[in-house]
């Protein structure tokens, strides 16, 4: 019995760390939370991780950004730029960085600069890719475009995330 008392103590503080890493950690060894974007022209969203569960969404938006927040298995639970949530197979989303333009029409600028010259206008909703962001700015692409925007006018970047 004293052995076996031991051995569950000894395994104790192991599976406190593992829970704390989960915290921070997916399974995947990836952070959790992290921003990702749907790396096909169709994705189920499902209620629960499993295709047992019925689909809630279907997605055709490729590049959508997507913010995965908890992982199980194969499944991430995911989250939308409206804030819908469900739980996404890992192969349809990729890890290729892409942003939402929120709320209005934005400038993009030639510069990460707001006195540079302006050289494009994206509505609400377009999705581009990620180029760079770097303090508050990041650079876009889209359809051969290219232009700096201001991070708070974009879903799929964190407020103090780098990205090069």
Known sequence: MRRMIAALLLLAPVGAHAQMR???????????????????????????????????????????????????????????PHGGQGWMNKNLISGDRTAYVTSAVRTLYARADIASRPVWRAEPGVVAKIVLCEEAWCQLRIAGKSGYILRKHLWGVYAKESID
């Open 22 to 80: 989960d915290a921070t950690e997916g399974l995947s060894g990836l952070p959790i939370p992290r921003f990702v974007s749907l790396g096909t022209n169709e994705a189920n969203m499902r209620s629960g991780p499993g295709e047992q569960y019925p689909i809630t969404w279907v997605y055709k938006r490729d590049g959508l950004p997507m913010e995965v927040v908890r992982e199980w298995g194969i499944w991430r639970l995911v989250r939308d």
